[in-house]
């Protein structure tokens, strides 16, 4: 018994590595075991797992627990931030101004609750500011709450900390389970969810391929370079194929005439004005011509580091060989492949050509699978360091006697999103395999919510026993008041379909194990990660803002 005892109970690293590792092993497996008909709480029951151990006296090193959370923390929204980055401005653009007006709503909204149910009954401020950020499981406005109420007295409340770990579990429950009411409320199917997805989304703007007969005397002899000019919209012109069944590669000085047929990849918005040039016939990707040519098609695989942000105009792979890069496929979206375009390592690109002239080309972008294997080491922990640096940066506002910070989490996420998007342009790899991306992600989880149980189990009995109970009430209706209300908003007359609004909804409360419970619903898109990186910075900002102006000002 005594090398047990040491084992699980006398405080140290093998201690706490022991205790850890059992609380995260015991929360998966209930995770994959325990389901109401197809309701589970996932990873989350390693929070759960983690408070009951605490309860009985398994508990980390205060140094091992504060590591453990903000580590496994940052390597989660890091691995979000690296997927979504690519997509996280131009979603922005496309709604993101909305989603985050509907985030921005809902942290006010929580914030208001807060301050009428401290009013009516007459609890103490700073512990509602606890139970707020428990309620939305927002450890960084915990830690900005407790640090502005120090500097502000002189000395700590310990009443805040337990205020969090109070509602902190039935906080996650209740994020959850505004969205199971939100489904229910408006009888969502995820099938008929994902198809209508499918028909209003921008897939349907993804390049298709058709031919086009000429006919219109005025562009007769006309050059494909002069064409693309002409048009003024992102087309790229395959193929041409005479009257006598012969094709060739178009290049930027191919010259067509009337009666030739031209292979050309757009979006479908602009096939009204090809039609311009003739007769217009929409094609399969993978339909082959019935003539006889020496043309092939081919998927080759950008596995060379030195053609990582490279715009394809730089490559001049069409003036060296008789081929034509037509699409590519990043992450599952079909690109055009104009000559701005910047290529990144992963890339999948079609390219048509001369079959000689093509395998030289899949040698010279690498096409070698085996080296996506490899993992890239260097854009992760040197987004973690510079997403550390921004998220202990104080920022100063007027008005304000001091300033706060986004913490390490908001801080991590805006960098890997700003890394993800950008890293290619200074020729930076930032591409990862997706079984890689999400054993980050699946570790970093693990790792928080093992720390916040371990963490919480010890007041959390003797907080609700002695009349504490009350708060587990108030942070229910902090968390699932606003959530309900902005989210039937934004459903009912907002139209957000439910991956995004699910996706939102966690963002708006910085939750992860929400985001994975949102993620699960479908593994056709990613709707509701992009949702939740596209309102995560603002919302984190606000969170840690408005609780450091809450104590501040209502304390």
Not at 291 to 319: E, F, H, M, Y
Request: with cysteine; aromatic share 8%; charged share 15%.
């Amino acid at each position: 018994m005594s090398y047990l005892d040491n084992l699980f109970l006398q405080p140290g690293i093998t201690q706490s590595l022991m205790v850890l590792v059992l609380t995260i092993s015991a929360g998966v497996f209930l995770a994959e075991k325990v389901k109401i008909k197809s309701f589970s709480l996932g990873v989350t029951w390693i929070l759960f797992c983690g408070i009951l151990l605490s309860h009985f006296g398994l508990r980390l090193t205060p140094e091992v627990e504060h590591f453990t959370k903000d580590f496994g923390l940052i390597l989660f929204v890091y691995s979000i931030g690296l997927q979504v980055g690519p997509s996280f401005f131009s979603s922005f653009g496309k709604g993101g101004l909305r989603l985050n007006m509907y985030a921005a709503l809902i942290v006010l909204g929580g914030c208001l609750t807060t301050w009428i149910i401290a009013q009516v009954s007459r609890q103490d401020m700073a512990t509602m500011i606890g139970v707020m950020s428990g309620a939305i499981t927002n450890t960084p406005s915990l830690g900005a709450a407790e640090q502005s109420f120090q500097d502000m007295t002189g000395t700590d409340n310990p009443m805040i900390a337990t205020g969090y770990a109070v509602a902190y579990p039935l906080g996650v429950i209740g994020i959850i389970l505004s969205m199971v009411l939100i489904k229910r409320i408006f009888s969502i199917k995820i099938n008929q969810e994902e198809q209508r997805l499918r028909d209003n989304s921008d897939r349907s703007k993804e390049p298709v391929m058709v031919d086009i007969k000429v006919t219109n005397p005025q562009v007769d002899g006309m050059s494909i370079q002069r064409l693309n000019k002409l048009m003024a919209f992102p087309l790229v012109v395959s193929r041409i194929i005479h009257e006598d069944q012969s094709q060739l590669v178009a290049q930027a000085g191919s010259q067509f005439n009337l009666g030739d047929t031209l292979r050309v990849l757009t979006d479908k918005d602009h096939l009204e004005t090809l039609s311009l040039l003739g007769p217009v016939m929409e094609k399969k990707p993978e339909e082959k011509s019935d003539s006889p040519s020496n043309l092939i098609s081919r998927r080759i695989v950008v596995t060379k580091p030195q053609w990582n942000g490279k715009q394809i105009r730089q490559l001049a792979v069409s003036d060296r060989y008789h081929v034509t890069i037509t699409r590519v496929n990043r992450a599952g979206i079909n690109l055009l492949a104009t000559p701005d375009l910047h290529l990144q390592i992963g890339d999948r690109l079609i390219v048509v050509g001369d079959k000689d002239d093509v395998g030289r080309v899949a040698d010279i972008f690498g096409n070698e699978l085996k080296r996506l294997d490899i993992p890239n080491l260097l854009p992760v922990f040197l987004g973690i360091v510079l997403g550390i640096l921004v998220g202990t940066l104080p920022i100063s506002l007027p008005h304000l006697a001091m300033p706060f910070r986004l913490g390490l989490a908001g801080g991590t996420l805006i960098v890997a999103i700003l890394i993800g998007r950008f890293g290619p342009y200074y020729h930076m790899v930032t591409f990862s395999t997706t079984s890689a991306n999400m054993m980050i992600r699946e570790i970093g989880i693990s790792m928080f919510l093992a720390a916040v149980g371990l963490g919480a189990g010890e007041t959390f009995v003797p907080a609700i026993t002695g009349g504490g109970w009350i708060w587990i009430v108030y942070g229910v209706v902090i968390t699932m008041l606003p959530l309900l209300v902005i989210g039937f908003i934004a459903r009912k007359w907002g139209k957000l379909n439910f991956f995004t609004l699910t996706g939102m909804m966690a963002g708006s409360t910085t939750d992860p194990p929400a985001l994975a419970y949102a993620v699960s619903h479908s593994d056709s898109n990613d709707e509701a990660s992009v949702a939740y990186a596209t309102v995560y910075p603002l919302t984190m900002f606000l969170r840690v803002m408005l609780a450091q102006l809450m104590i501040l000002f209502l304390c």
